[in-house]
């Protein structure tokens, strides 16, 4: 078995437009390690996820994120997905006159080497198999990427692609949110399906009930643009009964977002 | 601004012309007013830009190509845009401005359907052809170009199909500029009678990068009632040729007529595709596509007038502008009085490459009716940041996430196109032009 990958993220600060959103981020998740981070709206979690992968927008103005000990803030957008990171999105771009089959194809080839591309054929049977897995229609694949997709079928467009790159290390963007609880249990199925100690995930999610399905190693909450707390599974449910109020009790956090410091 | 220009051809060039290629009188008459008409009348005006400086008058008018016996013998850059591996084609090669190869199946022929090079159908077919030439689509009198048109027409395709005969195999012709300075005032007819329906494809190539050329092209499509015309085309006529080209739709009762236009042109252009939707319940769907490259300039008029009661008029126009060039994009709907429930749509969008590239995106709505709906869409901008960040997070590098994003913008012609040795030829020329 191949030993999975460690994303190290240290002392992350990060800008969009001047302002600054991320004051100093750590997190580490390794190959195998399932975490969550939850936090209220407005805390930063998405602009984690988007400087991790190399969003136009934001600007990493200190800090360190390092893959397996590389510079992940050296590399172009494409060279940290062909190291082994994959985000699915929270807002997935459309992309029209372009086939979701043909995408996903060139995605997988531009993990390959020249000359090593997927022929048709194993790639046609691999993603029906997996359009199966996931219970979507096989017409969506000859449709325009995203293009007048549904919420829902976003996201399982999302899952489809991390399930047929198979990443080092995924991030999910509330990769549950506008899932009705059919379609959740089947993405979480799909989630539960990579787990291998070769596999590492943070996913970012409001709702304890995808939790349920995908039991997390590590509970992480963010408030101010930092990690203010760190758990087990237990504190999910904590915040599932009770709310973000005892935290910014204990923390003396009066105001969690990020244009404010405690 | 007059212009004053003397005419290259005169009233004796024009009769000889005629009696050489023994056409019936009535089209020596439509030459000689052309003629007459040509002396007066002023240039067109497309929107936003100015072609009276243009070369429509210096060229070569009458070339003749050498004949073959087979497709085999064209060069492979003709032989390209051809099925080669599908017998029965139907198919009409016109090199310079004579017939090169013409095939026509026999069951076509059987069922009474026409394909053949203009001039031979002056000859077999003069009353029908007489009947559509320059009536009641494309008038001689528009504009000084028009009147030309119609003085020195020298090459084009008759297609007519019969009524209740639908015609699955689309229907081809590939016009060749081989010699870099003729003339092209080539006519195309395109005709489904009564519950009849077609595909046509057709090409212009030429080679002539520094050689100047004209190109002045009419095309006449006229789909009657309950007819559906599919008309698709890949221009791509050289950086020396100046083109104008009119194609023109007319449909009448429960008819459809789709263009699917690969406007594919190096050379400056003036493009006008106007359907008119004549009957109840016609319907149009013109799209267009092109890519701009060094300093080309070209003008793309689409316009569709609803005159028959719950007709519906689409248009999709789409553009890649490069380097220096110019695209502007005018997508006209007109909805006429008494056209109740009309719909008209138009959407208009350029995709800038460069800096020193120019887009305009222009939908336009006139409407004399008011029960009627109506919508419109345009934008001018650069490939999407956000596209392309979507795409390079799969691990897609940007040069082909680019790609991507730049033929999905082009893909709504290029996969309508029937023939796929054309759509082959259609993606190769968009590669040759944006890369
Ligand atoms: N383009 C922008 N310009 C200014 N502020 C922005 C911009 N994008 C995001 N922000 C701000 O950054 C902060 C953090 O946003 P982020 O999307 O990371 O929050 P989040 O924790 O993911 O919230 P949610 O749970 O609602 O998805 C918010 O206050 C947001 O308004
Ligand atoms: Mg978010």
């Not at chain 2, 032989?79 to 090199?95: G, M, S, Y």
């Not at chain 2, 069922?111 to 008038?139: N, P, R």
């Not at chain 2, 104008?244 to 429960?254: F, H, L, Q, T």
């Not at chain 2, 999709?316 to 380097?323: C, F, I």
């Amino acid at each position: 078995m191949m030993a999975g990958s460690t994303l190290e993220i240290k002392d992350l600060h990060v800008e969009i437009e001047g302002l600054e959103i991320l004051k100093g981020v750590n997190l580490t998740i390794k190959g195998g390690e399932f975490h969550a981070i939850m936090g209220p709206n407005g805390t930063g979690k998405s602009t984690l996820a988007s400087a991790i992968m190399g969003h136009p927008k934001y600007e990493v103005t200190q800090g360190q994120i390092l893959l397996d000990g590389e510079d992940v803030l050296e590399m172009e957008v494409d060279e940290r997905a062909q190291a082994g990171l994959f985000l699915a999105m929270q807002y997935p771009s459309e992309v029209s006159g372009v086939t979701t089959s043909d995408f996903l194809r060139t995605a997988i080839n531009a993990h390959r080497e020249e000359g090593d591309e997927i022929q048709l054929m194993p790639f046609i049977k691999e993603m029906d198999k997996t359009l199966d897995f996931l219970e979507i229609d096989k017409n969506m694949a000859q449709r325009y990427l995203n293009e007048g997709f549904s919420g829902g079928e976003k996201k399982r467009n999302e899952i489809l692609q991390l399930m047929m790159l198979k990443p080092a290390i995924a991030i999910l963007d509330e990769i549950d949110s506008g899932l009705d609880i059919d379609a959740l249990k089947v993405v979480a199925n799909g989630i539960n399906e990579m787990r291998s100690d070769s596999f590492g995930c943070l996913m970012i999610t409001h709702y304890q009930r995808l939790l349920e399905y995908i039991t997390p190693d590590h509970v992480h909450v963010m408030m101010q643009g930092r990690v203010v707390k760190s758990g087990g599974p237990e504190l999910a449910q904590r915040l599932e009964a009770e709310g973000y109020e005892w935290i910014k009790e204990e923390l003396g956090i009066e105001d969690e977002t990020v244009g404010n410091n405690a | 601004m007059s212009v004053e220009t003397k005419l290259p051809y005169d009233q004796d060039y024009v009769s000889s012309f005629s009696d050489k290629r023994n056409e019936p009188n009535w089209m020596k008459e439509i030459r000689l007013k052309g003629l007459e008409l040509a002396d007066r009348l002023e240039m067109p005006r497309p929107d936003k830009t100015n072609i009276t400086r243009w070369n429509f008058e210096d060229f070569k008018h009458s070339v003749d190509g050498d004949k073959i016996t087979s497709a085999n013998e064209l060069p492979d850059a003709i032989q390209a845009f051809l099925d080669t591996d599908k017998e029965n084609k139907n198919i009409v090669v016109q090199r310079n401005n004579s017939v090169a190869y013409a095939s026509l199946s026999s069951e076509l022929k059987d069922k009474g359907v026409i394909l053949t090079d203009i001039a031979t159908a002056l000859k077999e077919h003069s009353d029908l052809v007489e009947k559509y030439y320059m009536k009641d689509a494309v008038q001689i009198d528009e504009h000084r170009l028009t009147a030309l048109h119609a003085a020195l027409m020298n090459g084009g395709v008759f297609v007519y199909v019969p009524k209740n005969v639908q015609v699955e195999e689309p229907l081809q012709a590939v016009f060749w500029q081989e010699d870099k300075e003729a003339a092209t005032f080539n006519h195309v007819i395109v005709v489904a009678d009564e519950n009849s329906s077609l595909t046509y494809v057709e090409n212009y190539i030429s080679h002539n990068d520094n050689e100047k050329a004209v190109a002045n092209i009419v095309a006449e499509v006229i789909a009657h009632d309950n007819a559906s015309i599919t008309f698709g085309s890949v221009d791509n006529f050289a950086a020396g040729t100046t083109v104008y080209v009119n194609r023109r739709g007319v449909a009448y009762r429960d008819a459809k007529i789709e263009w699917n236009l690969g406007q594919m042109n190096d050379g400056n252009t003036a493009s006008e595709n106007v359907t008119h939707l004549i009957g109840d319940n016609s319907f149009s769907y013109a799209k267009t596509v092109s890519v701009g490259r060094g300093s080309q300039i070209q003008n793309f008029t689409a316009r569709i007038v609803n005159h028959g009661k719950n007709s519906n008029g689409l248009i999709l126009q789409h553009g890649v502008m490069k380097e220096k060039s110019t695209g502007i994009f005018n997508g006209i709907g007109k909805i006429e009085h008494g056209a109740t429930k009309a719909n008209a749509e138009q959407e208009s969008r350029v995709l800038m490459l460069s800096e020193g590239s120019r887009g305009d995106a222009n939908p336009i709505l006139l409407i004399d009716e008011d029960d009627v709906t109506a919508g419109h869409a345009a934008s001018v901008g650069r490939v999407d940041p956000l596209q392309l960040y979507y795409l390079m997070s799969r691990g897609i590098s940007q040069e082909e996430a680019e790609r991507l994003i730049i033929f999905g913008f082009l893909a709504p012609v290029v996969n309508e196109i029937p023939i796929e040795a054309v759509k082959n030829q259609l993606t190769e020329v968009i590669e040759r032009k944006v890369y």
